[in-house]
């Protein structure tokens, strides 16, 4: 059975500590005539007024231009062999090129890694936050669910803002 909570912060210490613990998430999206598509990715969290808020370190491949154009709709799902599983349904949207500052408001948070345990250096990959093949997408969750593998008990948040 799924608990409804009404504040993100009703799980955030859970949805926290296992995005820290298992770091990896399945990112899937979905063509224009809606068959989906899934591959694994890091992005990285924070509290933005209240609200949780991602972002996605990522290469601007062909597959996900197209699908994000279609449906900006997205699902990441975090697994862990002990069963604790984090579910966060967003919408995503590409910073623009031109928007160093929050390129590296991201990159700092990748850095610093956010939660604590999730994220990674960037300059493994890219070489700086002007690098072309760097694209950045906002995740702007609408809803998040946490389970926790023990018992299977599950908390669910829904965003107040129409997704």
């Not at 969290?45 to 991602?54: A, C, H, K, S, T």
Request: glycine letters at 6%; aromatic letters at 12%.
């Amino acid at each position: 059975m799924t608990t409804t909570v009404q504040s993100f912060n009703d799980i955030r210490d859970e949805f926290d500590a296992y995005i820290g613990d298992i770091v990896y998430s399945t990112m899937v999206t979905v063509d224009s005539k809606g068959r989906p598509r899934s591959r694994v990715l890091i992005p990285v969290w924070e509290l933005v007024d209240g609200n949780p808020v991602g972002w996605l370190a990522t290469y601007p491949t062909p597959v996900k231009e197209a699908h994000l154009a279609a449906n900006p709709h997205t699902t990441f799902s975090y697994w862990t062999r002990k069963q604790n599983q984090v579910h966060a349904d967003t919408l995503a949207d590409w910073v623009p090129f031109d928007d160093l500052t929050t390129r590296q408001h991201v990159w700092d948070l990748y850095e610093q890694t956010s939660p604590k345990g999730a994220g990674y250096p960037l300059g493994n990959f890219w070489n700086g936050i002007e690098d072309p093949k760097l694209r950045i997408l906002r995740l702007a969750p609408w809803r998040i669910q946490v389970i926790r593998g023990r018992d299977l008990r599950s908390k669910m948040w829904k965003s107040t803002a129409q997704n």
